[in-house]
């Protein structure tokens, strides 16, 4: 099995032209004609998750963050991405990332996420094309309503956090809920008007929390809680078209952000 059909399995599922216009997702770094000997699959990609590879014997790394944002005009050890790309380079192993394709795909990352929470009925909440098959962020409802802080420890519990960043508490039960992994700030307003009772997101910005006070119960896990799942899905994906390819869902926690 060579780098390009397991790459060409997970287009399949999330095809590239679904990524955002400004992202940069598919093949980052390698060669694609080389024989697969382990894929490791990850969130982020440093040099911590190369060495990794490295060590499980894993020639392909596939992640849910683009290693490669932007060109690079130099690759040196001038800073972590160009040490990466160079490593990677180095040690024969090819870098693929599945972004904001697998994001905006049916039955991708919020689709996870929604399942981790135990949403029902769930369709994108703002559906992109004719066929509604694709979409930013998803909605879905509870199989019971829940009060406000029996929510947030359920989604906490869910994602594992150590805490949560939330609006005034909403004094009615949460059914309808909105989600959009990541930095899905940009979704709020069409969480309210899809009138969901709560709406889940991986980080927004301070000014977004004020004016909704008992419209919607904001819920603010981090970005890296929020998409942590996502290599599950890669994992699956790469077993059921690709049986062959040994997979590894990385042990390295990529995570900058330390709560204290």
């Not at 997702?25 to 990794?52: K, P, W």
């Not at 929604?114 to 098959?133: C, S």
């Not at 947030?152 to 309808?176: D, H, Q, S, T």
């Not at 991986?202 to 890296?224: D, P």
Request: charged fraction near 25%; charge should be negative.
């Amino acid at each position: 099995m060579k780098i390009k059909e397991v790459l060409s399995a997970l287009e399949r599922f999330a095809p590239l032209p679904l990524q955002e216009s400004w992202d940069n997702a598919g093949l980052q770094v390698g060669l694609t004609e080389t024989e697969v000997s382990g894929a490791l699959l990850c969130l982020d990609v440093n040099e911590r998750i190369v060495d990794e590879a490295m060590a499980k014997g894993c020639n392909l790394i596939v992640s849910h963050h683009p290693l490669l944002f932007r060109g690079l005009k130099t690759i040196s050890d001038l800073n972590d991405v160009q040490r990466t790309v160079m490593s990677a380079i180095q040690k024969g192993i090819a870098v693929v990332s599945m972004h904001t394709n697998m994001d905006n795909a049916k039955g991708g990352v919020n689709y996870r996420i929604a399942e981790k929470l135990g949403l029902q009925d769930v369709k994108f909440l703002a559906p992109a094309g004719a066929d509604g098959e694709a979409g930013s962020g998803v909605v879905g409802e509870l199989a019971e309503p829940q009060a406000a802080d029996d929510f947030i420890i359920a989604v906490k519990k869910a994602f594992g956090v150590e805490c949560a960043m939330c609006n005034e508490l909403l004094r009615r039960p949460i059914k309808r809920v909105a989600l959009c992994g990541g930095a899905g700030d940009f979704l709020l307003d069409e969480a309210v008007k899809n009138q969901a009772d709560a709406f889940i997101t991986g980080e927004m910005h301070y000014h977004q929390y004020f004016g909704y006070e008992q419209t919607i119960q904001i819920c603010v896990i981090g970005h890296y809680q929020s998409e942590q799942y996502t290599a599950e899905i890669f994992e699956e994906i790469i077993r059921k078209e690709c049986p062959d390819v040994k997979t590894y869902i990385a042990e390295t926690n990529t995570n900058p952000i330390l709560y204290i």
